[in-house]
Structures are given as C-alpha cells and as structure tokens.
C-alpha cells in the first residue's frame, strides 16, 4: 500500500512538472515592453499632450489631465519629462523633427543658398501650420502670467533655431562667403525676420493669406533681399 501511494505521488509530481515545461514563454512571462512600444508610448503622449494644449491652453491643462488622456501613470510625466514645461518641450520639438527631418545644416556640404532655401522653406511652413499658429497663440496670451510657459517654449523652439543657425554661419566654409562686417550674433535674427514675412497680419487676418505659390514667391524675394545684404560677391 505505501508504495503504492509512492508511486501515485511521483506520478502527480512528473505530470505536473511536464505540464508546467509546456507552457509557452509568453505566458510565463510578459517581460518588459520592447524598446519600439516604450517609444510609441512616448509619442502617444506627447500627441495628447499636444491636442490638449491647444485645446485647452497650457495653464488650464493639468498632468493627471494628460495622463487620463495617454492612458499613463502622472509618475511617468515627471520620470520622463520633469514635469509639464518638459512634455510642452518635447511637444515643440516632435513637431521640429517632423518638418526638419534630413536636414543637418551643421555638416551639410551642398552651397549655400540651397542650405538656407531649404531651410527656410521648411521653417516657414512650419510657422503657418495652423497648429503652429494656435500654439503661439496660447503662448502670447500666457506667456504673462505664466514664466514657466514663456521659458519652456523659447528653450523649446527659438532658442534651439537661432543656435542651429549661428552653428551654420559660423562654420568656415560658410562664414567666408559672408562681408566682413556682418555681424554673425545677428545673422540669425536677420533670416528668421526675412523668412517669416508679416507674422502680425498672418495672426490678425488669418483667412487673407496668399496662397502657397504667392506665399513661396514672396518668400523667394526677402530671401534674395537677405542674401544681397550679407554676402559678399552679390
């Protein structure tokens, strides 16, 4: 009898052991997320945080408000970004990544003018973008009130163009080409203006824009007015 029951006992043991080697790995285990969902993830949140910002201004927006949204923990807001300022950073600079994608102007070798043109064609479709627009819309009618959104969007969004282009005009090979007394500090400045064209009547009289062939036209001569007051041999 009781080596009956021994018997029975490793026979229970074996079955189980057998069936627990049969499972597959991925019911074992979930694991972690693979590091392309941990990026969508990402992305998703900075979307939402995107739409309610617009939406709903950045002040009125809370971060339980975005986590509720992204379907997120408020943890991984402050883990990832810092807090609100950083997720509206990360926010400006997806939307740089989208439009500038492919365009390193620190190690492009193409001349000059095509640089800036692209350049140019590129931010300048990004400020007309209508989510652009209410963007800056939110930041001009906060920005009082609110130090935290002035200093996250300008760290966000000009103060990265202006040094990507003071990198540009002071390489070598590009600051030869310009006249002596041209002040490199300004250069910026100076192509950022020609390039946006009229900003306060694109924001007062929205429905009057030209269209993009007269838009790029007009855009094509202030960037011929730049490039005769700064270089050289023009």
């Known amino acids: 009898m009781k080596r009956l029951r021994f018997i029975l006992v490793c026979t229970r043991v074996f079955a189980m052991s057998k069936a627990q080697s049969e499972i597959p790995a991925t ?5 972690r997320p693979k590091a392309s969902e941990v990026e969508a993830r990402t992305q998703e949140l900075i979307h939402a945080a995107g739409c309610l910002i617009l939406r709903h ?3 009125k927006v809370s971060l339980e408000a ?6 997120v923990a408020v943890r991984t807001i402050y883990v990832k970004f810092g807090g609100k300022a950083g997720l509206l950073k990360a926010v400006l600079a997806s939307r740089r990544e989208r439009l500038f994608a492919g365009h390193n ?3 492009d070798t193409r001349p000059l003018r095509e640089i800036v043109d692209d350049f140019a064609r590129s931010f300048y479709d990004l400020l007309v973008d209508p989510d652009t627009m209410a963007m800056q819309r939110v930041v001009i009618a906060e920005a009082g009130s609110n130090p935290e ?3 996250a969007f300008y760290e966000g969004g000009p103060r990265l163009t202006r040094e990507t282009l003071h ?3 002071a390489r070598p090979d590009i600051r030869c080409q310009l006249r002596d007394d041209v002040p490199l500090d300004l250069l910026p400045i100076h192509l950022i203006g020609c390039i946006c064209g009229d900003p306060i009547g694109r924001f007062l009289f929205p429905d009057a824009e ?17 490039y005769i007051s700064v270089l050289k041999n023009c």
């Open 27 to 31: 019911v074992k285990s979930a694991g």
């Open 167 to 169: 990198r540009f005009f």
């Open 57 to 59: 201004g950045y002040t």
């Open 210 to 226: 030209p269209s993009r062939e007269e838009a790029r036209r007009q855009l094509t001569a202030r960037l011929d007015l730049f």
């Open 66 to 71: 975005i986590a509720r949204e992204a379907r």
């Open 149 to 151: 959104l002035a200093e």
């Open 105 to 107: 102007m620190d190690i």
